[in-house]
């Protein structure tokens, strides 16, 4: 086993694919410190800077007094805490559904929806470039896998067109992760309608960022829960906590409490995290502020990086396509060099030869620190 684990490492190593965790030593926000030296960071999901905001810190403590530390039970014997209960209420309001049930992330979500949904005589309709999680949860459900490339909404109709299958679930990130362009939602829900699909939506990176009130993707589109009958949503990009969420019908929910396996089977997250998730979505709404912020960062951002090789995004997510993984870490390690902290994306988490830096912004950046990144960039890619 050794030599053949080995072997896998020494693979990874000479692919330039090997990955290490940067330890740091401080709050998360957009300076970390990392061997007592300081760092600034444009890596972090913590899109509205709301992961060191003061009142969310105190709803943690407070919880943690009246619960508290674990939730001592999975959800369905002792661990279902008031303040879980008050937390699914308000994020059934927040997204304007019925019913909302906790998760304890994002990954355990899409498993626990998609396998409860679909079985082998069913299909499932995926964007190429869906999150690891949802293909995985596609995998589990043992329907059928039709992929489609990215945002080719043409192909999904062919794919749709062709199908027999009893059950149809087309499933898309609202914002793609690695890429920060947004999916095609208007068409796809067309498509659903014409040849009677679900559509099932993974707004991890769209909830609090875009939207007139930041209620994510299907608010940037005026989408309701006709149109998009399954919401998956995390708590620990955007509202600055730990712990996820699906959003829709009392029936949709009500199943998923029966039947999720990744749901009944897991000790439920801790309910202190459920108070300081509540105490976010309060925050995120009452600074607005954040939002605003955070969408000029990323208008200056555009506008200065215009000469660098940029992928298409009005999202926090930037990403500058270099190509190959080996580009992608010196550009990496480069900046790393100037105190500025970029992750290098490689493979498998993207396409080969789409090795990329993922640049992504924070409402607690300054259009400083920005002109800095900007700076930085332009020295070690010569532009």
Same mark, same amino acid.
Request: hydrophobic share 40%.
């Given at each position: 086993?050794? +030599?053949?684990?080995?072997?896998?490492?020494?693979?990874?190593?000479?692919?330039?694919?090997?990955?290490?965790?940067? %330890?740091?030593?401080?709050?998360?926000?957009? &300076?970390?410190?990392?061997?007592?030296?300081?760092?600034?960071?444009?890596?972090?999901?913590?899109?509205?800077?709301?992961?060191?905001?003061?009142?969310?810190? =105190?709803?943690?403590?407070?919880?943690?007094?009246?619960?508290?530390?674990?939730?001592?039970?999975? *959800?369905?014997?002792?661990? *279902?805490?008031?303040?879980?209960?008050? !937390?699914?209420?308000?994020?059934?309001?927040?997204?304007?559904?019925?019913?909302?049930?906790?998760?304890?992330?994002?990954?355990?979500?899409?498993?626990?929806? #998609?396998?409860?949904?679909?079985?082998?005589?069913?299909?499932?309709?995926?964007?190429?470039?869906?999150?690891?999680?949802?293909?995985?949860?596609?995998?589990?459900?043992?329907?059928?896998?039709?992929?489609?490339?990215?945002?080719?909404?043409?192909?999904?109709?062919?794919?749709?067109? @062709?199908?027999?299958?009893?059950?149809?679930? %087309? &499933?898309?990130?609202?914002?793609?992760?690695?890429?920060?362009?947004?999916?095609?939602?208007?068409?796809? #829900?067309?498509?659903? @309608?014409?040849?009677?699909?679900? /559509?099932?939506?993974?707004?991890?990176?769209?909830?609090?960022?875009?939207?007139?009130?930041?209620?994510?993707?299907?608010?940037?589109?005026?989408?309701?829960?006709?149109?998009?009958?399954?919401?998956?949503?995390?708590?620990?990009? +955007?509202?600055?906590?730990?712990?996820?969420?699906?959003?829709?019908?009392?029936?949709? &929910?009500?199943?998923?409490?029966?039947?999720?396996?990744?749901? /009944?089977?897991?000790?439920?997250?801790?309910?202190?995290?459920?108070?300081?998730?509540?105490?976010?979505?309060?925050?995120?709404?009452?600074?607005?502020?954040?939002?605003? *912020?955070?969408?000029?960062? &990323?208008?200056?951002?555009?506008?200065?990086? =215009?000469?660098?090789?940029?992928?298409?995004?009005?999202?926090? %997510?930037?990403? %500058?396509?270099?190509?190959?993984?080996?580009?992608?870490?010196?550009?990496?390690? =480069?900046?790393?060099?100037?105190?500025?902290?970029?992750?290098?994306?490689?493979?498998?988490?993207?396409?080969?030869?789409?090795?990329? !830096?993922?640049?992504?912004?924070?409402?607690?950046?300054? @259009?400083?620190? #920005?002109?800095?990144?900007?700076? =930085?960039?332009?020295? #070690?890619?010569?532009?």
């Amino acid at each position: 086993m050794y +030599a053949y684990l080995q072997s896998l490492l020494q693979q990874r190593q000479q692919s330039a694919l090997y990955r290490s965790r940067q %330890i740091h030593n401080s709050s998360q926000t957009p &300076i970390l410190q990392i061997d007592g030296q300081n760092y600034l960071a444009f890596c972090s999901n913590d899109y509205l800077g709301l992961a060191s905001h003061p009142r969310l810190k =105190a709803a943690l403590q407070q919880g943690t007094e009246k619960y508290a530390v674990g939730s001592g039970a999975s *959800h369905l014997v002792t661990g *279902h805490s008031q303040a879980h209960h008050a !937390l699914e209420k308000e994020l059934a309001a927040y997204t304007g559904r019925e019913r909302a049930l906790l998760f304890s992330t994002g990954y355990m979500a899409n498993l626990g929806i #998609v396998t409860s949904l679909l079985g082998r005589h069913d299909a499932v309709f995926l964007d190429k470039l869906n999150h690891a999680s949802l293909v995985d949860a596609a995998l589990l459900s043992r329907a059928k896998i039709e992929r489609y490339p990215h945002n080719n909404m043409q192909a999904l109709e062919r794919l749709l067109e @062709k199908s027999q299958a009893q059950h149809k679930l %087309i &499933i898309t990130d609202g914002v793609f992760s690695m890429d920060g362009d947004v999916s095609k939602l208007p068409e796809m #829900v067309e498509l659903a @309608k014409t040849y009677q699909a679900w /559509i099932m939506v993974d707004d991890a990176h769209g909830l609090g960022v875009l939207g007139n009130t930041g209620r994510g993707t299907l608010e940037k589109y005026g989408l309701g829960e006709n149109d998009v009958p399954i919401l998956m949503g995390t708590l620990g990009k +955007a509202f600055g906590v730990f712990g996820a969420f699906v959003a829709g019908s009392e029936l949709l &929910i009500e199943t998923l409490i029966q039947t999720a396996r990744s749901y /009944i089977y897991t000790t439920a997250l801790p309910p202190a995290l459920a108070e300081a998730a509540r105490a976010s979505l309060i925050v995120a709404e009452e600074e607005a502020w954040r939002r605003q *912020h955070l969408h000029e960062l &990323i208008k200056h951002f555009r506008l200065a990086a =215009a000469d660098f090789p940029l992928m298409p995004s009005i999202t926090p %997510i930037q990403p %500058i396509l270099l190509g190959s993984s080996e580009k992608a870490l010196a550009v990496s390690s =480069a900046l790393y060099e100037q105190n500025i902290l970029v992750t290098a994306i490689r493979p498998p988490t993207v396409p080969q030869g789409t090795a990329r !830096l993922r640049i992504t912004l924070s409402a607690l950046h300054d @259009k400083h620190q #920005v002109d800095e990144l900007i700076e =930085a960039l332009k020295e #070690v890619l010569n532009v």
